[in-house]
């Protein structure tokens, strides 16, 4: 079950048999855990499970219930490691006397109680990512220390130190809102670790990005309702789109406004579009469709000079009074140059000095915006500052070259 | 997380007595307080990879114009307490944290069980993603 470095998995039988592992995964752990109230074992053996899968359906043939046949698998695997740990311990065999569960148990999706028990606040983000991927997105320890450039040794403790901490943790789902906000961060932050990497030795990584997709795509399906799932759903199918378009032949990022948009992926737009209009009707607004839709405007023209600047503009102003976040505050800036030129983006560039103090984003958007001015000196000084400034070696070798093409 | 590479120096910190003239108790224990800090980040799920490295009678100098044969020299022959010794790499959630860890180091007790106070480079890695936004 390699991570595939493309997103197009319709290449043979042994990609088929990965996607309908991977699906089935939720749903199996979620029978399981239910079954044995302990999510730390279940997943344990729904892995060992799945590994059987993999290795003898190939060689044998695909069971007629895949489902039931993963789910008995596991709950066997559960229950022999109950009964060792009972010889050893000498407890009476409580658990190991249940039976195994049929398999066709109710149709009801885990996924979501899953995603809400991997997202759990007492973890870190990163804990949180590495349970996710693998409970949920069925990812081997292996393949997601590599997507994370760690040791799998190194993986393989935090994903252990994470399950040991959910001990005793309800299965049962939490309506608190916040809770899907966590789970929707987790999602989001999965899709731009794969998102933002460049190409090379990291093109495996992209594939975190489809898989941030088919995980939210799967809380979609559970809550068709939400304005905030069905946002960043048509967030991220919008920003992949781009990505083919968005670094060049040596890696080199591209610049939205000078990528080739006939690279642009169509159906993902067309798609990502529907979705940014329906979240955006669908109140109460938040990050993630007011993004969509900012994403929609870009994406939505074949030239550049065609962008819906103003409405970019007045986008980003409900954004930044809804997040306060700075970065917000800078993408506004270049929004109003683009409206009402060069000298309004940096009036509002002032304020952020003391809040993005030696931060090498206000430097870089102050580059493009003296760049607009005509003031090459003063852009190439501020291009420099932020290529001394970030710790991204592409944003880097970007920044430098544009402050070479300007001395 | 961001990963972030501690380089520790020939540099005994506060104590002037070259290592290889300490007692093997002394000895004994800086290796054990090295070893559980490092079992200790292994545990965590903090470590990427710790490496010591060789003394410098093993160390050449390469320069080269691409042309001609290059040109080996024995060295560095800087002053022992700006050569490398070894690095850790972690991979830690934030800059506090691997600041933490390299104090720790630091630490590593001394002669007589006193801290070395060794001075510890903490250097962040540059990374490969990039995202120029919407510029």
Known sequence: MAISTTSDHADGPGHELEDLLRELTPQVLGAVVRWSGDFAAAEDAVQEALLAAATTWPRDGRPDSPKSWLIQTASRRLIDEVRQQQARRRREERAALREVPLGEVEEHDDTLRLLFLCCHPALTPASAIALTLRAVGGLTTAEIATAYLVPEATMAQRISRAKSKLKGASFELDTDPDRLRNVLHVLYLIFNEGYTSTSGPELHRSDLSSEAIRLTRAVRAQLPDDGQVTGLLALMLLTDARRAARTGKTGELIPLAEQDRSLWDRDQITEGVALAVEAFETPPLGEYQLQAAIAALHDEVDRAEDTDWPQILALYGLLEDLSGNPMVKLNRAIAAAMVDGPDAGLKLLEPLDEELAGHYRLDATRGHLYEMRGDNEAAAEHFRAAARGTTSLPERDYLMTKAASLS | ?135
């Open chain 2, 1 to 135: 997380m961001t990963k972030f590479m501690l380089l520790m120096n020939m540099d005994g910190g506060n104590c002037d007595t070259p290592m290889l003239e300490w007692d093997k108790a002394d000895m004994d224990a800086h290796m054990k307080y090295l070893g559980d800090h490092v079992e200790r980040l292994r545990q965590s799920g903090e470590l990427v990879e710790v490496n010591a490295l060789s003394w410098p009678k093993h160390a050449k100098v390469v320069r080269s114009t691409g042309v001609s044969a290059p040109v080996l020299t024995d060295g560095p022959y800087a002053e022992s307490k700006e050569i490398l010794a070894g690095y850790t790499m972690v991979d830690v959630e934030s800059e506090e944290r691997a600041l933490e860890i390299a104090a720790e180091q630091s630490a590593a007790p001394g002669p007589g069980g006193v801290p070395l106070e060794q001075p510890i480079e903490v250097r962040r890695l540059m990374e490969s993603d990039g995202d120029l936004h919407d510029f």
